[in-house]
């Protein structure tokens, strides 16, 4: 591919992004029947989600955009030959994709939970709570990228991003600056850190980190403070902590435009 034709493959890459994940194209792929064009990994993660909604395997997927049922997905298309892959085709191990993945996954496609304030976010970088290690961070961080990658072996994003968190901590011992622009700097590093791998869901992932660190919770208090503003149940959620109100109101569920129309919200 010459000069020109990879500045428009890039542009048109840019301009016309995957639905999914919200950024370029990667590994072009199209639905068989309604021909909407996805990246590969982003149409074939979304069916393995929508296939764990069910009770026995599909055989076909609807199309996230329009809703037509679909059977195969169409890839690696060079000009004169294609590979397809069949929606009933075994999709890869997903033994580790626990329940609480699949709830944590759903948890990118909805609207931001209103936890700012409640974890005192400002209060985290005004108080310099950052500059203390965080126990749970790194169990944290294993789960969320393999919820939104779905892959198991992580291992390489979840140290390239600890060692980013952790310079910023060395880095404001030898010069302090001020709680905003900490922030900001904590946010423009992260995004830059997991940008590579996490494509167009990487802005609300550095702020579902921020909000994790300044809860100051472990990963089990902090999912059932999250379930409870969704109004979701999550597994280890007793009745009792169904009965906590955290927020000081009844939980609403938001509006889930990842799946089906027909499917379920997590009972």
Same mark, same amino acid.
């Given at each position: 591919?010459?000069?020109?034709e990879?500045?428009?493959?890039t542009?048109?890459?840019? +301009?016309?992004?995957c639905?999914i @994940? ?12 309604c021909f %909407?064009?996805?990246c590969y990994? @982003?149409?074939?993660h ?8 069910c009770s026995?395997?599909? +055989?076909s997927?609807? @199309? ?10 169409v890839?690696? &298309?060079?000009? /004169?030959?294609f590979?397809? %892959? &069949? ?5 890869? /191990?997903?033994?580790? *994709?626990s =329940?609480?993945?699949? @709830?944590?996954?759903?948890c ?5 939970v209103?936890?700012?304030?409640? *974890?005192k976010v +400002? ?6 709570k950052?500059?203390?290690?965080n126990?749970w961070?790194?169990n944290?961080l294993r789960r969320? #990228?393999?919820?939104?990658i779905?892959? =198991?072996?992580?291992?390489? #994003?979840?140290h390239?991003?600890?060692?980013v968190i952790? +310079?910023?901590?060395r #880095? ?8 905003e622009t900490?922030q900001?700097?904590?946010?423009? !590093?992260?995004?830059? $850190?997991?940008?590579?791998f996490?494509t ?6 550095? /702020?579902?980190?921020e909000?994790f660190?300044a ?5 089990? $208090? ?6 409870? %503003? ?11 902590d169904?009965?906590t109100n955290?927020?000081? %109101? =009844?939980?609403?569920?938001p509006? !889930?435009y990842f799946?089906?129309?027909d499917?379920?919200? #997590? =009972?």
């Open positions: 591919m010459g000069e020109d990879q500045r428009t493959e542009s048109r890459s840019t +301009s016309n992004p639905p @994940c919200l950024g370029p194209l990667l590994q072009e792929s199209y639905l068989d029947q %909407h064009k996805f990994n @982003c149409i074939v979304w069916t393995k989600v929508v296939a764990g909604k026995r395997p599909p +055989s997927v609807k @199309c996230p955009l329009c809703k037509t049922e679909n059977f195969s997905i890839h690696g &298309y060079d000009g /004169n030959s590979q397809q %892959h &069949y929606i009933n085709q075994d999709l890869g /191990n997903s033994a580790f *994709f =329940e609480t993945h699949k @709830c944590r996954l759903q990118y496609y909805i609207e931001p209103p936890l700012t304030d409640k *974890f +400002s209060w985290y970088w005004k108080s310099r950052y500059l203390q290690s126990q961070l790194q944290w969320e #990228i393999q919820a939104l779905q892959e =198991e072996d992580v291992e390489i #994003i979840v390239h991003i600890l060692g952790d +310079s910023l901590r #880095i404001d011992q030898k010069s302090p600056s001020t709680p900490k900001e700097n904590f946010k423009a !590093l992260v995004s830059q $850190a997991a940008r590579p996490l167009g869901r990487t802005d609300r992932f550095v /702020n579902e980190v909000l660190l809860s100051g919770l472990n990963i089990e $208090a902090y999912d059932k403070v999250y379930a409870q %503003h969704l109004g979701w149940k999550l597994p280890g959620i007793t009745a009792e169904e009965e955290f927020n000081g %109101h =009844e939980p609403s569920v509006y !889930l799946f089906d129309d499917s379920d919200g #997590i =009972e």
